[in-house]
């Protein structure tokens, strides 16, 4: 069955300061991959997927991640972080033909002044 | 386009009074998918709609919550009788085939 695992429940990092939040998954065969964010008392809003195209994929205010088969990863990224960015960020994942998506449990992100 | 329309933004009920959700999905999405969201956790699946037929409703808590999508629009998603354990936002996302989730802002639910 698919799942994900997101390591560390709670980044806090430095205004300008590179954002790392992990994601591990697990899915019997290739998936779909997701990052959504959600802002305090609003629903998700879709970041970035990966749909077995390009390994590095883009998404909005300059995120990014990263699909690393060998290491079922798709870490999200950001190189400078803004104020802005604080909010809780899930991961998800979805099987090929498949629209039950499953979500993990989500990283809160802070960001020092 | 419009987005994931849910009312009510939030309900505060008595444990063992029943309470009903209101979604309206982005115009020409066929599937509809009700999440739980407890506090701290990630949203899980309670039950998928692909136009008014039940794709999976594994998760939904048969005895207490109920779920409809008539003509295979709107959906409703009720729970009776409320437990406390059920206090957390609802989520009602939509989708076209094979693409990425629309979600609602959700209902805020609290039982007392």
Redesign the interface.
Known sequence: AQSVT?LG?HVSVSEGALVLLRCNYSSSVPP?L?W?VQYP??????LL?YTSAATLVKGINDFEAEFKKSETSFHLTKPSAHMSDAAEY?CAVRE??N????????TRLTVKP | EAGVAQSPRYKIIEKRQSVAFWCNPISGHATLYWYQQILGQGPKLLIQFQNNGVVDDSQLPKDRFSAERLKGVDSTLKIQPAKLEDSAVYLCASSLENSPLHFGNGTRLTVT
């Open positions: 997101q429940s779909y997701f959504y008392n609003q629903g998700l809003q879709l997927k899930f090929l033909n629209n039950d998506m499953r979500f993990g449990a989500g």
